[in-house]
């Protein structure tokens, strides 16, 4: 039985290699990988809610993980809640729509947050949105979506000119701020998306999102203490997803860095 099995396993581990190293076995898995990831249109198939979590770690280095990035997906909507740095690459290889996407909630604006807002109105824009990307928050969204839009202005030109107006037109590629305080809630159809205040003190303002579509519910906190308004809101959710940071290990990181002298590390953990 085992050297049966150990036989197939050579089998197939012979022609894996074949494939590998040869000109038409390399086509072929390149036109198996072209078909699966790219020329199928995103599939809803249910009347499902969906979340995915497209980013999850912290500003501090953490390999293959990409920072804060939460994805909501249903039939009729598709919203991104934050968008961390590498966030963008995980929405498109697992080829959600970005061309129907409704927007970006965003729960503050510490950098590991709001790094990728261009990156991922690009994606949306060469995919084909009809109209420009919104990006939703708290006061503060008009500055910072401001200065995005100044900072991409030459490269919305450039795309522009490269691939002509009628299919990349410029006016789609700027970012549109839209305030969404803490109390307000915004409702497309049977979704609706509530902004409850967040304790991420000394930052302020700092948001998190309830999002409920039919009798479902799920609740997004970005960066926040445990605070009653939270207690409050996350009271019958389906879904809690709240960034969490571990004192014992953080306390443990410093002191390693303090012995090590390296002061600078020490207060940057
Ligand atoms: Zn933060």
Sequence with gaps: MVRAVLIILAIVLGIIAFALNNKSGQLFLLDTGIKQVLAQ????GD???????????????????????????????FFVIDSGAGSTSNLQSVNLPLNRLD????????????A?????????????????????????????????????ELDVQYRTEHHGEAFMPAKLAVLQPVRLDAGEALTLGSLKITSFSADHSPTSPAVSYKIE???????????????ATLAGQVKGVDLLLTDALSQPILNRMIAGATEASRTRGAKNS
């Design 116 to 152: 990728e807002l261009y990156e991922v109105n690009l994606g949306c824009w060469v995919g084909g949105r009809p109209a420009p990307m919104k990006v939703y928050g708290p006061k503060g969204i008009k500055k910072v979506i401001s200065g995005i839009n100044q900072t991409y």
């Design 41 to 44: 249109d995103y599939q809803h």
């Design 47 to 77: 009347d499902s809610l969906r979340v995915l979590v497209c980013g999850s770690s912290s500003p501090l280095p953490a390999a293959g993980r990409a920072q804060g990035c939460i994805a909501i997906i249903t039939p009729e909507h």
């Design 213 to 227: 579509y039919k009798d479902r519910k799920v609740v997004v906190t970005g960066d926040t203490n445990v605070t």
């Design 103 to 114: 927007g970006v909630l965003v729960t503050h604006f510490h950098s590991d947050h709001i």
